[in-house]
């Protein structure tokens, strides 16, 4: 794969698979615009781990209107187009709906859907409307193995994956015409902050034991999925959901 000349924006850029995506893409020869919320110095190792030096940082709450129009300036001014977008930013909340008031469980799927779908689907259109400019382009949206086999503490979090699963076929058929190819790849628990925070050191052992595999998947091997569905000659994927699980769950 080769990512020469290619603009590329990761949201949730500095940690987990979107730090993954950045150092592989950045190795690859490509100019990539990592997004961030709040940790600075997260931002900046990873930028400092990448190859290249026309890499940048922008710090962004994506779920926000306000700081969507910042992340979109900040990142014309420094990139003319935009060839790949990744829409790696997510969030993972516990709230069952035995153990949680009407009150916490409104605020939670709000807020998980806020995140999780509503931001990736405005980065979409954005992206969109850049690429059809530019005469085409790749999405590539992070989803989730909970999107298809349920997730009886976190309802929202499998809700808004499945969304995203939903919305990234839909714009596959809308957009082929521009050339512009959405791809989606679908990880079972990975060895991120965001996946060893979700378990208390008891639930990772038993679902360690549970896996085909023994063991979590590691970023990098999430990223080699993106980077494929990114790359030149994937294009008929379009629409595709990649599976990485390790065989934990499997789809027919």
């Known amino acids: 794969m080769n990512f020469n000349g290619k603009n590329i924006l990761i949201t949730g850029g500095s940690r987990g698979i979107g730090k993954a995506c950045a150092i592989a893409f950045s190795r690859l020869g490509a100019k990539v615009a990592i997004n961030y919320k709040s940790d600075k110095k997260a931002a900046e190792q990873t930028l400092s781990e990448m190859e290249g030096d026309d890499h940048f940082a922008i710090k962004a709450d994506v779920s926000k209107d306000k700081d969507l129009q910042k992340l ?19 969030i993972y909340k516990y709230h069952p709906i035995d153990e ?32 059809i400019k530019n005469g085409g382009g ?27 699963n939903s919305m990234s076929q839909s714009l596959a058929k809308a957009l082929a015409k521009y050339r512009i190819f959405v791809g989606v790849v679908a990880p079972g628990f990975v060895d991120t902050d965001m996946g060893n925070t979700a378990l208390s050191e008891s639930e990772k052992m038993k679902l360690i034991e549970e896996l085909p595999m023994k063991r979590m998947a590691t ?14 000659g994937a294009e008929y994927t379009t629409g595709t959901i990649i599976d990485v699980n390790g065989a934990s769950y499997l789809r027919t």
Request: glycine share 6%.
């Open 72 to 90: 979109f300036s900040e990142y014309e001014s420094q990139f003319e187009k935009i060839d790949i977008l990744v829409n790696n930013a997510g």
């Open 219 to 232: 970023a990098e091997e999430v990223a080699h999925a993106v980077l494929f569905l990114a790359s030149d």
């Open 138 to 164: 790749k999405i590539v949206n992070v989803s989730s193995r909970g999107a298809f086999r349920g997730e009886p503490k976190n309802p929202a979090y499998g809700a808004s994956k499945a969304g995203l």
């Open 100 to 131: 949680v008031d009407f009150s916490e469980w409104k605020k939670l799927w709000k807020e998980t859907i806020d995140v999780n779908l509503i931001a990736s689907a405005n980065l979409c259109f954005w992206a969109s409307q850049k690429m």
